[in-house]
């Protein structure tokens, strides 16, 4: 999420969440490609250097994220094939009319994904259920093991997502 509402501690808490997820995945699997997207109410692929340093204006409709990743993954990596692991990291406001087609877009990706891992950057926390966000109300029906969703509030939080997406597959035997 490269939206407008993204400040400068949420954008510091995604792209360190995504440096270390990329020096895991490079250090440890020998044959790994990884795809970056970004969006605010379009979304592109962009390349790693782009992904780390861009910032936009506007509003957020992260289905168009979503609808991406679907079509990516549906013309480059065969699920048969590939395993694949979407991450979308957002501070969660999101046009409340885009959340039904976000909904219908990751229930979509988990029908071909091993995981779906969405975190959340609410910075102090979320101690009040009102103040949850409209992407994270919106995953909360979601009952499938294969979607795991964080939110971080501190940067301390970073690692413990780490090893929440990548640790209980791991232990799993998923990989």
């Known amino acids: 999420d490269v939206s407008g509402s993204m400040g400068e501690f949420e954008k510091y808490v ?6 270390w997820m990329v020096r895991f ?16 109410t379009e979304a592109k692929e962009v390349d790693e250097e782009a992904f780390f ?13 979503y609808h991406l ?19 979308h990291f957002s501070d969660g406001d999101n046009w409340p009319d885009d959340n039904p087609a976000c909904l219908r877009a990751v229930k979509r990706l988990l029908e071909i994904c091993n995981l779906f891992g969405y975190g959340e950057i609410r910075q102090g926390g979320v101690t009040v259920p009102a103040t949850v966000s409209t992407l ?5 029906v ?11 509030a501190d940067k301390r939080d970073v690692y413990p997502a780490l090893k929440r997406f ?10």
Do not use: C
Not at 25 to 40: D, K, W
Not at 166 to 175: A, P, Y
């Open 136 to 140: 994270m109300r919106t995953f909360a």
């Open 25 to 40: 995945l490079r250090s440890r699997y020998s044959h790994v490609e990884i795809v970056f997207i970004t969006h605010h």
């Open 142 to 152: 979601i009952d499938d093991p294969r979607f795991l969703g964080v939110t971080i």
């Open 14 to 19: 995604t792209r360190s969440f995504y440096f």
């Open 69 to 87: 990743a679907l079509d990516v993954v549906g013309r480059r990596f065969d699920p048969a094939r590939w395993n694949v692991y979407p991450f």
């Open 53 to 65: 340093k861009l910032g936009e204006s506007g509003g957020t409709r992260a289905s168009s994220a």
């Open 166 to 175: 990548f640790g209980q597959r791991e232990l799993q035997g998923v990989h």
